[in-house]
């Protein structure tokens, strides 16, 4: 629901900043904000199946860890661990299948950027050339940092892992 709420509000001052319309600002929120979120969850869904078997609170518990790199600090999450980041591991992969998509609609939104540049108001080119930022981030800054999250939930995967070494030998 956040994500989606987040990604409706961001491109209904997408919609607000090209039209000046509030009526399409709120179509925008109402419409993407629910399409994405659920394409969101459903994704996740995919990915990580096991999350469904998780308390609200140990599959955040179970996502904070992961993404910081951290301990679960309970054996009993350890599982659940490895599985949201063999998950993660899936999601990234089909990520790298999704770049030329990527490429593609940049390409198309520089184009848009230029005839709203030479043909259009100020404010039309304002906003194309943010939507070409928005691209230019998705190509450059958010590979880097998606890399990061998955070097952080690699280390915790191999500390649970090792919990679940210690929670299954013998003796214990």
Not at 13 to 29: K, M, N, Q, R, T
Not at 58 to 74: H, S, T
Not at 155 to 170: D, K
Request: hydrophobic content about 55%; charged content about 25%.
């Amino acid at each position: 629901m956040i994500i989606g709420l987040s990604a409706g509000v961001f491109f209904g001052a997408f919609v607000l900043a090209e039209s000046e319309s509030w009526v399409g600002a709120a179509a925008a929120v109402l419409v993407l904000g629910p399409f994405y979120g659920i394409r969101v969850a459903r994704r996740m869904g995919r990915v990580w199946p096991g999350a469904e078997d998780l308390d609200p609170a140990d599959r955040a518990a179970v996502v904070r860890a992961a993404r910081r790199g951290e301990d679960i600090g309970d054996a009993r999450l350890a599982p659940a661990v490895v599985d949201y980041c063999n998950g993660l591991r899936t999601a990234r992969e089909h990520d790298r299948l999704l770049l030329w998509v990527v490429l593609v609609l940049t390409g198309l939104a520089v184009a848009l950027a230029l005839i709203d540049t030479f043909s259009g108001s100020t404010r039309e080119a304002w906003v194309s050339w943010l939507f070409v930022l928005f691209f230019l981030v998705e190509l450059t800054w958010w590979p880097r940092r998606k890399a990061r999250v998955m070097s952080r939930a690699e280390q915790a995967e191999r500390l649970a892992r090792v919990a679940l070494r210690h929670r299954n030998s013998p003796g214990d």
